[in-house]
């Protein structure tokens, strides 16, 4: 028991020992291991920032890194905006750690600008992520702020006239401000033509990367337009002018059911109008005929039009291809309002011819539509004779070369149913020389291209033996032969009848000469007289002229007695084309985004190009997919095509198809951009 005890003794002076070491008071020194270190968080930053805006048509890299991630498992991007399906494009869609996505924002947006978030996400943990907002716009900016006038001319479902002109404000940031605008058009409540003038209250346009956009323009007028609101497609030329056609959806309830295409153009200042002005307009008249008016009316004094240097002249499609001249004209003019617009009024033999002018900027150039009601409703254009007014006294003032555009109806009635395009030249001698003409007239079946000659005669009548004018007005036309009661035009190929009876209204100036058409054929193959009426420019021309390049098109085709207006964008290289077109039709829904190709090839001809053009438009009358055209080149920069297979190989006429269109230069609207 001794020996137990000791034991017991013993362990507990060690056990004493060990505990008075613990309280540090010995050199035995036992230490627990230290606590594992607290671990790292996973986060995700963009470095460098992401822009906060960026244009339609560009693109930007985005780059995300990924801290605290011993996996390296890197970075998924996503994107989001009110409109998910168009919201642009990343790609790739993951990256690794500090590799950059590239950022491409949509094709098109529905507002001026657009907001689209762009988030990063740690592919190791999602819960961390970082996001930016990125503000995509337009380029509502590309088109100057201010004044603009716009013009359209087309047809309702009626095949009767349906036309425009007014003055928009632009504020350079995709907004439409105030104006006034216009329209002659069949109003449903009285069940006839009518013209009225509106206020413009207010609207917005959209300019996308390639130069297309849309604008709306609103009324208070719930006739006009869809329930007052109007809308179009254009494409930009220049930051100062559009081609555009008229985009209502003619489907939806409370459409204007129109189709028609024009210009806007900046209205550089509203200058009170002075001196002469050549003027030309179609359209129909109250009697339900294809009617074009053209003359000069001289602003000799305040406000005031005498007979002195002006001249008009009326032309119906009744079959005689007579030009009715007025034995006296004179007139007013009223006191311009705030946006320069006022009133031509015309005392002629015909009646009061009135129209509404809403001038371009600088006194040169006007857009005029009628408004009288009495004798008709067309709308045309007018140009200032400027310090030439009063100096076109004999033949030897009217010279140059000319390309020509001309469109009209034909003696059947119908909308867009005439059109024609071609050259001359004259010396100032009395002859158009070294002249051809494409001319289709879809509703008669009528395609004539032939070569031609004609004489002209000077003054304010139609008698061919009058060689002068004292008064200078301008006026030069094709007379009616005594002999044989047609015209003196002659063309090479006899069967393509006696040609058209034009009349020219001179500019001046280095300016364009506009054309007044009275057309007729003797009876031909098809049993049909064929004939028309029809108003046109002809535009000094530009020798070794190309045809290459970007442009913009407008044009109108009769699709078998049915109006179809498109708008677009061509793009010419190498003798080929291509590009993107807008369209409605008085046959169907508007379409858009149609892409179309063609080709063309110099003559021998000079200044005329033969082509081709095809897409769901571009048909032929023999139902294959190739258009044939022709392109008449006025300088580098603008020039007309017209459809010229309205006749089979062997030169039967057939039933189908009529196109016309004019085209002009087009500047991108940012640097890269399409």
Known sequence: MVTRKWILQLLSAAMLSI???????????????????????????????????????????????????????????????????????????????????????????????????????????????????????????????????????????????????????????????????????????????????????????????????????QTNDVNIGQQGIETFSFVALSNSRLLLTKLDDLSLPGSSNEVSVGTLDLQASATAPAKGYAFVANGMSTSGLAMGVGGVFNIDSSQTISGVGSAFDLVFDDGTGTVNPSSAVSGTVSTPDKFGVFQVTLATDFGSVQFNAYPLGDGTHLKLIEIDGSVGWTVGDGFSQGSATGTFKTKSTFTGKYAFGIFGRDLQGLNAS???????????????????????????????????????????????????????????????????????????????????????????????????????EPLLSSGLLGGGVGTGIAYPTTAGASFSGAYGTIFTQNLVGTENDVVGKIAVSSQALSGVLDSNSLAGPQTNDTSFSGSFKTTAISGRLIGTLSDAFFTNDLGTTDLSVSFYPIDSTQGFFVETDLADSSGTPISGDLSFGYYATRTPVCQGCP
């Open 19 to 217: 505990l008075a070491a613990c309280g540090g008071g010995s050199t035995l020194n036992i230490q627990n291991p230290p606590p594992p270190p607290a671990s790292s968080s996973v986060s995700i930053a963009f470095q460098p920032a992401p822009p906060s805006s960026l244009a339609l048509g560009g693109t930007a890299p985005v780059t995300a890194v990924v801290s605290n991630d011993p996996s390296n498992a890197g970075v998924d991007w996503s994107l989001n905006c009110q409109n998910p399906g168009n919201c642009g494009s990343l790609s790739p869609l993951h990256t690794a750690s500090g590799q950059a996505t590239t950022y491409t924002p949509p094709t098109s947006i529905s507002t001026n600008s657009q907001g689209v978030s762009i988030v990063a996400f740690a592919t190791a943990d999602h819960a961390k992520n970082v996001g930016t907002l990125v503000t995509i716009t337009g380029f509502a900016g590309f088109l100057k702020s201010g004044t603009y006038v716009i013009e359209t001319s087309g047809s309702d479902t009626s095949g009767f006239p349906y036309q425009r002109a007014g003055v928009i404000v632009l504020d350079g940031n995709g907004g439409v401000t105030g104006g006034e605008q216009t329209v002659n058009f069949t109003d449903p409540n009285i069940g006839a033509t009518s013209s009225v003038t509106d206020p413009v209250a207010g609207g917005s346009y959209l300019v996308g990367a390639d130069g297309r956009g849309t604008l709306s323009i």
């Open 418 to 520: 005439l059109a024609a395009a071609g050259l001359f030249s004259t010396s100032g001698t009395g002859t158009l020389t070294s002249g051809f003409l494409d001319e289709s007239q879809s509703s008669n079946m009528v395609q004539i291209s032939d070569n031609f000659h004609a004489t002209y005669a000077v003054g304010p009548g139609s008698d061919s033996t009058v060689t002068t004018d004292p008064a200078g007005t301008g006026r030069f036309y094709v007379p009616l032969s005594s002999a044989t009661g047609f015209p003196d035009f002659t063309f090479v190929n006899s069967n393509n009848g006696t040609g058209p009876a034009w009349v020219f209204y001179l500019v001046g100036n280095g300016g364009p000469a506009l054309m007044l058409d009275a057309d007729i």
